[in-house]
């Protein structure tokens, strides 16, 4: 069974940092869309930051470029969010998600699974952590 776990939420005080984690077993996810989505409260899901793992190639929503950071540790099978500057805004529940599906087109590879992302075509998910950031 193919599973996704996160870890490395908490809370911190606006401008610090967290570096958040997504473990994958059962599979390893080359060749594949990844990304990290949150949900704040009374809010919907929404896509932060993707990566296609075959090039590396990662794409940021805007209100987080310059202070977030996604990547993928192979060696250690985990996919990592790195979150510096936090802001009160960030406060939410974060998922990561992950497919390995053959159809993504290569522009959208190019632009790290953007387009994939952008349709809730991800069919693995974890359960999500919280990150609260206090003003």
């Known amino acids: 069974q193919v599973r996704l776990e996160e870890f490395g939420g908490g809370s911190v005080e606006a401008g610090g940092s967290l570096r958040l984690s997504c473990a994958s077993s059962g599979y390893t996810f080359r060749q594949s869309c990844m990304g990290w989505f949150r949900q704040g409260p009374g809010k919907e899901r929404v896509v932060v930051a993707t990566?296609?793992?075959?090039?590396?190639?990662?794409w940021y929503t805007d209100s987080v470029k310059g202070r977030f950071t996604i990547s993928r540790d192979g060696a250690e099978n985990l996919l990592v969010l790195q979150m510096n500057d936090l802001k009160p805004e960030d406060t939410a529940m974060y998922y990561c998600?992950?497919?390995?599906?053959?159809?993504?087109?290569?522009?959208?590879?190019?632009?790290?699974?953007?387009?994939?992302?952008?349709?809730?075509?991800?069919?693995?998910w974890g359960h999500g952590t919280q990150v609260s950031v206090s003003s």
């Open positions: 990566i296609y793992t075959g090039i590396e190639t990662t």
């Open positions: 998600a992950a497919d390995d599906r053959s159809d993504v087109s290569f522009d959208d590879k190019r632009m790290g699974c953007r387009t994939f992302a952008s349709g809730s075509n991800f069919r693995v």
